[in-house]
């Protein structure tokens, strides 16, 4: 039998409550360590790894802490992106602004050096990307197999344990990129895969309010913006990606994150 979107358990409503972890360290020691860090550091980590969730989660402790948050967004494509409205808008940041950067390891070495120098006055710059960009170092992100076993049991409950073997193989074949790993068991899911059945709903559970967002899951996203930018310097909307080049995006009106390790 076929499962409907919105009882699907890999939904992107279900993986944006989700919450990142690390293996040794609580999310206070992450905030009290950008803090020791001036509030200037970076998340690195591999593709589908939670850097962009973890990224979510400080802006939100920065946003309780009083700071304005800017978020902006670079996807990889093989166009090196246009960062002038980026560096534009890090020009006019003060000490009560936080500037984050999903996906700083996507742009060019000058690039990203005029960025950093432009947001010299901010309070707060914390990026992601893949490799080192110079900033103190935050966190490095990392998954193992017992990591993705203890996000589907948040989602499936007793079913994780039937499934150990098969996500096993899961996160092999995906190489730890446990995004891609919940997109494939979000298919499976959907295809009415016996073993993947929806845990009961409960009152006041969030993927099951009228607001939830149904489908498979999807890139993640930071939460809504507090930023006041506007258009990027390639022209591009707010909250869009051009499939053609590498577009910085101002986080406003983004979703929550879609993702979490």
Known sequence: MTLRARENPFRTSRLGALRFRHPTLD??????????????????????????????????????????????????????PATRGLVAHARSLGARDALLVDGAGHLARTAWW??????????????????????????????????LTGLTRELVGDAAHELEVRLEALFDAHRGNLR?????????????????????????DQEFSSSSVSGPPSPPLSPTSSSSAGTTGSGSSPGLASSSSVVGIPMRNAAKPGMTT
């Open 180 to 204: 891609d790993v919940f997109l494939a068991l979000y298919d499976l899911a959907a295809d009415g895969d016996a073993a993947i059945a929806p845990r009961p709903s409960r009152a006041g």
């Open 114 to 147: 005029r960025v950093r120098r432009a947001a010299r006055h901010a309070g707060a710059l914390v990026v992601t990307a893949h490799e080192t960009n110079g900033l103190p170092l935050l966190v490095e992100t990392t998954t193992d197999p017992a990591l």
């Open 27 to 80: 999310f206070a020691a992450i905030a009290e360590r950008l803090e020791s860090h001036d509030r200037r550091a970076e998340i690195v980590g591999p593709h589908g790894s939670g850097k962009t969730t973890l990224l979510g989660e400080l802006g939100e402790h920065l946003e309780g802490d009083g700071f304005a948050v800017h978020r902006w967004r670079f996807h990889a494509d093989r166009t090196p």
